[in-house]
Structure formats: structure tokens, C-alpha cells
């Protein structure tokens, strides 16, 4: 052995000829291996390991490992399951909106802004739910944001989009200053390859929210269900001002937007929130796209 080898392997205290355990244990073993550690490192040690690493069973074992027990059970109902793409993906049961709450400032959303514009600024109340405490800010003309999802990038898959479609559910989370009134309006919209052609949407205008409010925040939410084939974005749009015409930002205050695919069965994933205190929770029919 040569210098640079003892080296290398002083820090070792034990090695293990792997190459003798049958597939399926190997597999196990293999599975508590960091995926990036698997893609760049374990599927060039041998074929019979580049085999191994790429067969679904082991991106299959490791999503048993990761997700709670009901979740795994619902994914082994989805037919023709790419294991690893969902693993790596993570597509569903997360927040598909990226920036929700503000903290990148502007981030990833197309802003059109009217009166003083857009700003950013600390929750006047607290939202427990919300993954940081501070929210988008409305001024005294409409101002209206827009974010794109593209679902394929996210990790689903045509075949599942088109045969299996499943729940896409939307929140929204919005507040009044104590001292000014505010209106704010929704829309979502479920959109084909080409990214103009709606195939299904949600719209909602809740009532005003009145001067001397309580500045507690509201929530709107929906999920998309049964909404046929072909749909690969969504695009997720609200819009606000406040009902004085006061300069800077007294329009209502929104935060923790959030695009969700579920899984079947687990569509409670967007409705069952904890109603918080001093907020209240709207679920507001949709108006369908004539």
C-alpha cells in the first residue's frame, strides 16, 4: 500500500465487502446513503451498483423512509410512479410559491404596482402559520403580483397530470390596517403547455375590510379537483388597495400564499390550518371561467 492510500484510510476503523449481500439487502444498506452521495459516487463503483442505484425499489425504499406512513401508503395508488424524481423533486405537499411571505423582497413574483407600489414590512399581528412574520403591502391604487408554477419543473409528470390528476390546493392569507379599509382579490388559474389556454380557475373578492378594523388576518383557500388533462402551470394572482386614497401603504397585507399538490386523499393538507385566534377562514366557491 502505497503512502497516499495509508493516508487516506487512517482515519477508517472498519471496512466491509459489501459485493457478497444479495440485491435485496444491499438495497437497505444502500438506501440510508445520501441521494446526491448515490447519483455522483455509488453509481460508479460497479454496474451491479449503477443497477442498483437506478431500479425504482431503491428510491421507493427511501420515500417509505422519509414520509409518514399514510402519505406512502396514498403514493403507491398513483400508477407508473417515478420513485426517484419524486424523492429528488419533492413535489408533493409543499409550498410550490416561492417568496411567500416577502422575505426575498420582490422576488420571483411579476408586480404591477400602482399608488406607492409594493413594500415589504413586519406583520402588525402575528400569523402563526406563516414561516416568517412579514407580508406584502398594498398602497392607495391597485396593486397586483403574479407568480408562475411550472408543475413539470417542480417534479410531477405528464402521464399523472393528464390520467391522475391530483388535488391542487391554494391559500391566501390577507389583513386590513386597524385604521384604514382595504379591498383584495384572488385569482387562480390552471393553465395548459402553451400557458394561455385556462383550463380551470378560482376567483374570489371578499368583502371590504371596513376602517377601524381588528387587523386580524383572513384566509382564502381552495383545491383544485376533477379538472381533466393537460394542465402544467399555475399562475397565482391577488391584488390589493386600501378605500381611504391615503399616500404610502395603508392597502391590506398579504402574506403566506401557497400552491400545494396533494396526494389523494391527504387534500385536508390545505384546509386544516389550525384556526387561529383573532383570524378567520374563508372558503370561498369558486367562479368558473365561462
Known amino acids: 500500500m502505497d503512502a497516499s492510500n495509508s493516508q487516506s484510510l487512517k482515519?477508517?476503523?472498519?471496512?466491509?465487502?459489501?459485493e457478497p449481500f444479495p440485491d435485496d439487502v444491499l438495497l437497505v444498506i444502500l438506501s440510508f446513503v445520501p441521494s446526491l452521495d448515490l447519483l455522483k459516487s455509488c453509481r460508479l463503483v460497479s454496474k451491479r451498483w449503477l443497477r442498483l442505484v437506478d431500479t425504482p425499489t431503491l428510491w421507493k425504499i427511501k420515500c417509505q423512509q422519509k414520509w409518514r406512513k399514510e402519505v406512502f401508503n396514498s403514493a403507491l395508488s398513483i400508477p407508473n410512479v417515478?420513485?426517484?424524481?419524486?424523492?429528488?423533486?419533492?413535489?408533493?405537499?409543499?409550498?410550490?410559491?416561492?417568496?411567500?411571505?416577502?422575505?426575498?423582497?420582490?422576488?420571483?413574483w411579476r408586480c404591477m404596482h400602482g399608488g406607492d407600489g409594493w413594500k415589504v414590512e413586519d406583520n402588525h399581528f402575528p400569523?402563526?402559520?406563516?414561516?416568517?412574520?412579514?407580508?406584502?403591502v398594498t398602497s392607495f391604487e391597485w396593486c397586483k403580483k403574479n407568480q408562475l408554477v411550472d408543475l413539470i419543473k417542480e417534479g410531477l409528470w405528464e402521464d399523472l397530470m393528464d390520467n391522475h390528476p391530483p388535488s391542487i390546493c391554494i391559500s391566501d392569507w390577507y389583513a386590513g390596517?386597524?385604521?384604514?379599509?382595504?379591498?383584495?382579490?384572488?385569482?387562480?388559474?390552471?393553465?395548459?403547455?402553451?400557458?394561455?389556454?385556462?383550463?380551470?380557475?378560482?376567483?374570489?373578492?371578499?368583502?371590504?375590510?371596513?376602517?377601524?378594523?381588528d387587523g386580524n388576518y383572513h384566509q382564502v383557500f381552495h383545491v383544485f379537483n376533477d379538472y381533466g388533462p393537460g394542465v402544467r402551470f399555475v399562475r397565482f394572482s391577488h391584488k390589493g388597495k386600501d378605500t381611504q386614497f391615503w399616500k404610502d401603504w395603508y392597502g391590506p397585507r398579504i402574506t403566506n400564499s401557497s400552491v400545494i399538490v396533494t396526494i389523494k386523499n391527504h387534500e385536508e393538507v390545505c384546509g386544516s390550518t389550525p384556526r387561529l385566534n383573532k383570524s378567520e377562514k374563508y372558503h370561498l366557491n369558486p367562479k368558473k371561467k365561462k
Open 82 to 108: 417515478n420513485w426517484q424524481r419524486i424523492f429528488m423533486k419533492e413535489p408533493f405537499l409543499r409550498n410550490l410559491i416561492r417568496n411567500p411571505c416577502g422575505t426575498d423582497g420582490l422576488k420571483h
Open 127 to 136: 400569523l402563526e402559520v406563516a414561516d416568517s412574520q412579514t407580508s406584502f
Open 11 to 18: 482515519h477508517v476503523k472498519y471496512i466491509m465487502d459489501l
Open 177 to 213: 390596517r386597524r385604521d384604514c379599509g382595504c379591498v383584495y382579490e384572488i385569482r387562480v388559474q390552471l393553465l395548459s403547455e402553451d400557458r394561455k389556454h385556462v383550463i380551470d380557475e378560482f376567483k374570489a373578492s371578499p368583502d371590504p375590510i371596513p376602517q377601524w378594523n
